[in-house]
């Protein structure tokens, strides 16, 4: 998960542009469709996304489709005005003022809760509800949906995994961390929540109820809970906390050899390691002295339309075709973005990309859904304080146990049920 931030001068441009997006508060379920009018519709549509995906040495992805788009709705006359605002960015952005933010746009699913608290994300339904359910896994379509409404297009499913040199490692020590960790170095995001949070998933630890959606029912982290594990493992000297990119360092100057993160540093990783690049998914670890599975956390990144939009047929059909077939097979060709959709999934040479093969199985073996629930807010940081004093040294075995329920009482306190 990648964490980004608009500037201040950007915020106010890109929300000063209502006049041109077409916007007049309307809301509820949408579908897509080719407009009914008699009289040609000439509007303009703004669509936010990464700035990645509108760079030139990307080929301006975001831009690229939305003019074939255009080209394939003869019916209508558009005109597209872009900002930059990442998936990660969307869930604080757009609930600042739906009302003049983005017509389309893309989002992290961790964040749907709140798009859907803040009337900033449109219901799908007809055709356009459909195509998702039959084209992603049902694991995929659940993170898009909440009381049984569907909320976004899909394009990627969003977790982390490990990469490895295959010079240092084999096939059978990538399997086991404490394998790992007692013959070279590894780097891990230690003080960050999102992949601290695998040691208490490995240990059986239940965020927000059984499903996830569940937020009355709070963080069930009481106990040891994997914090045992976190300790021992940042006192092993062969741990290095890959913090402000030491990790992707670390494997550059060859003094790491494995590293964990996701498909967006799959380009650097690949230039660093060439014919020795390895990608798997979680390796199991020891909690208690038996070998417990890593979880990440898992969802998905996908299209939204903003139902302050005024024509939602077309937002709608756009949040569908970004989040497409032919869309996804570019994202992949362009940005290594890996597709969910499953019939892609199936052919070559999507299916035997190790890449892919590792997120995949990462998110089909070795990953919980993300919840999407607000509560989820008020863990981050709380997680990241914890974990920063497991590395200070201020938690020890001795004491662990007792820190983990003092975590358990904060968290659980601080949210909001």
Not at 250 to 264: E, N, T
Not at 267 to 288: C, M, R, S, T
Request: hydrophobic fraction near 35%; include cysteine.
């Amino acid at each position: 998960m990648k964490k980004r931030r608009m500037t201040a001068a950007f915020l106010a441009a890109a929300l000063g542009v209502t006049a041109l997006t077409g916007c007049g508060g309307t809301g509820g379920s949408t579908d897509t469709g080719k407009s009914t009018e008699a009289e040609k519709i000439s509007t303009t549509i703004t669509v936010w996304g990464c700035a990645e995906d509108q760079a030139d040495e990307n080929g301006k992805w975001l831009q690229t489709m939305c003019e074939k788009f255009n080209t394939e709705h003869p019916e209508w006359d558009l005109t597209f005005e872009y900002g930059v605002c990442s998936e990660q960015d969307a869930g604080k952005t757009v609930p600042q003022d739906p009302s003049n933010s983005a017509d389309v746009y893309f989002f992290a699913n961790d964040q749907l809760q709140t798009l859907i608290d803040a009337k900033a994300i449109a219901k799908l339904g007809g055709e356009t509800a459909d195509y998702v359910k039959s084209t992603n896994s049902q694991a995929i379509v659940d993170s898009v949906t909440v009381d049984g409404a569907v909320y976004g297009v899909p394009f990627t499913t969003n977790t982390w995994f490990m990469y490895y040199d295959k010079s240092k490692f084999t096939d059978s020590d990538v399997k086991s961390l404490d394998t790992m960790l007692a013959k070279d170095k590894v780097a891990f995001n230690i003080t960050e929540g999102w992949y601290m949070s695998s040691f208490f998933l490995a240990n059986d630890c239940v965020y927000f109820g059984k499903d996830g959606k569940d937020n009355a029912a709070g963080i069930d982290i009481s106990g040891d809970k994997g914090t045992n594990a976190m300790v021992s493992m940042v006192s092993n000297p062969n741990f290095v906390n890959d913090a402000g990119g030491v990790g992707i360092a670390g494997l550059r100057d060859g003094s790491v050899a494995a590293y964990f993160s996701g498909s967006w540093d799959y380009k650097n990783v690949k230039e660093i390691l060439g014919d020795n690049f390895g990608a798997v998914q979680l390796p199991k670890v020891k909690i208690g002295g038996t070998d417990k599975q890593l979880k990440a956390f898992a969802g998905s990144k996908a299209v939204a339309v903003n139902p302050n939009c005024k024509y939602q047929q077309i937002a709608v059909a756009l949040a569908k075709y970004l989040g497409g077939k032919e869309a996804q097979q570019s994202h992949y060709d362009l940005r290594s973005v890996i597709p969910c959709n499953t019939e892609l999934l199936a052919v070559e040479p999507v299916k035997s990309d190790v890449l892919v093969t590792a997120q995949n199985n990462t998110f089909n073996n070795t990953a919980v859904i993300q919840p999407t629930v607000t509560g989820m807010n008020d863990y981050w940081t709380p997680a990241q304080n914890f974990s920063k004093s497991i590395v200070n040294g201020e938690i020890t075995l001795d004491n662990a146990a007792e820190k983990t329920e003092d975590f358990y009482k904060l968290i659980n306190t601080s949210i909001v049920k």
